[in-house]
């Protein structure tokens, strides 16, 4: 069915995506919730962005012909707008009677007076007939719209009351807040917390957006062989530590155990230095590998 047979319906956003993406389990509950004919209340709760005006733009394209559907949104701004929700949802609709919107946004009248005038406008407006109230975005609300709110979810009839908000938004001083305390002691309360997408919801969307299949990326063999490189040379390195560690201990002990073991610190062997050096025993250790002794230069004869 499509939205042209509903009473009223009036959303603001949609999405990118032609269709949703990862909802149906969300989707089908808040079915059933409106399928029960029942009082209900339900609250979509996510980061901007997530799909929680999409969530609800697709419930509203699955209802009877005859439910009665108003949506308000609340803006940045509206704490200090009483009843902006409500004054939202009833913008360019017909059949809305003129006395008791006028009483609502009077404001020389007592806030119960105004509150009742809210009530009194959705109660003639449903009529007994089935209903779908949504209020987004009630992180912005003003405390009369959530006080509305309320009153509307204590309705009793065949009538369900929406809510969305993001909760990062929303501090103990907000109004939404007590809402919520106060909804869920006094109601069966539908909570859904939408979750961002994971990789393959995602990939689906940007298949959707784009009209084209998700390229897949493969597996990233270069950088198993920088990590197999890294491990052999820290493996290298390793061993050369090792072995100047070993040659510093041994020179060490040359050092202690006899003044002529001092070449060992200062005679590098090399090719050009072979004619001239020569290995000499360490007398402490016995080696012939790791002490070195300067021969004496040879004698001169006329």
């Not at 319906?9 to 149906?24: C, E, K």
């Amino acid at each position: 069915m499509g939205p042209g047979n509903l009473l009223f319906v009036r959303t603001t956003r949609g999405g990118a995506s032609p269709v949703m993406i990862g909802r149906d389990r969300e989707l089908r509950q808040l079915r059933k919730l409106v399928a029960a004919r029942r009082p209900g209340v339900a609250m979509i709760c996510g980061e901007p962005g997530v799909g929680k005006t999409r969530l609800v733009r697709e419930l509203l394209s699955t209802l009877d012909a005859d439910t009665v559907v108003l949506v308000g949104q609340a803006e940045p701004g509206s704490l200090s707008r009483p009843y902006e929700v409500l004054m939202d949802a009833l913008d360019g609709r017909a059949g809305v009677d003129g006395v008791l919107l006028a009483e609502l946004g009077d404001s020389a009248r007592s806030p119960v007076e105004r509150l009742h005038s809210g009530v009194r406008l959705v109660g003639d407006l449903i009529a007994g007939r089935p209903a779908v109230i949504v209020f987004e975005d009630l992180h912005w609300a003003d405390s009369e719209s959530a006080a509305l709110f309320e009153r509307i979810a204590d309705l009793d009839g065949p009538y369900v009351v929406l809510g969305s908000y993001r909760p990062a938004e929303v501090t103990g001083r907000d109004p939404v807040s007590a809402l919520l305390a106060r909804l869920g002691r006094r109601h069966a309360v539908t909570r859904l917390d939408l979750a961002p997408f994971d990789e393959a919801d995602t990939a689906t969307l940007l298949a959707a957006v784009t009209g084209r299949p998700p390229r897949h990326r493969a597996p990233w063999p270069r950088c198993t062989s920088a990590r197999a490189a890294t491990r052999s040379s820290s493996r290298s390195c390793s061993a050369a530590t090792s072995t100047t560690t070993s040659t510093r201990s041994t020179s060490a002990r040359c050092r202690g155990a006899s003044p002529r073991c001092s070449g060992a610190r200062s005679t590098t062997w090399s090719p050009t230095s072979a004619a001239s050096s020569r290995r000499r025993p360490c007398s402490a250790t016995g080696s012939t590998s790791t002490c070195w002794r300067r021969s004496p230069a040879p004698t001169r004869t006329s």
